[in-house]
Nanobody
């Protein structure tokens, strides 16, 4: 059974930074492509960013390019979402997700198999 657990959410002010973490628990010690999505109240879940299994490739939504960065030291280490210059409209529940390893970077939620419970980020103005 694969489980994902996010942490690091909280309440920040506009312009602040925050780092979210995602840990994958997998008895088979498999590696995965990792992604981050977010869902604001009343809106669809949307892609934020993703990184492939070996960290060699990443992709970001246009709205966060230059401000958000995904990192992982190795395929077995936690995955981080570094968020800078946060905006009030980015208040949402942020979800970590995992997909079967591949060299490209999937950006649609349908391409991901495992999901965490989410961590809430609130950005006040």
């Amino acid at each position: 059974q694969v489980q994902l657990e996010e942490s690091g959410g909280g309440v920040v002010q506009a312009g602040d930074s925050l780092r979210l973490s995602c840990v994958v628990s997998d008895r088979t010690f498999s590696t995965y492509n990792m992604g981050w999505f977010r869902q604001a109240p009343g809106k669809e879940r949307e892609f934020v960013g993703a990184i492939n299994w070996n960290g060699g490739r990443s992709a970001y939504a246009d709205s966060v390019k230059g401000r958000f960065t995904i990192s992982r030291d190795s395929a077995m280490d936690p995955t981080y979402l570094h968020m800078n210059s946060l905006k009030p409209e980015e208040t949402a529940v942020y979800y970590c997700t995992a997909a079967t390893p591949r060299m490209d970077v999937p950006i649609t939620k349908e391409e991901y198999t495992y999901w965490g419970q989410g961590t809430r980020v609130t950005v006040s103005s």
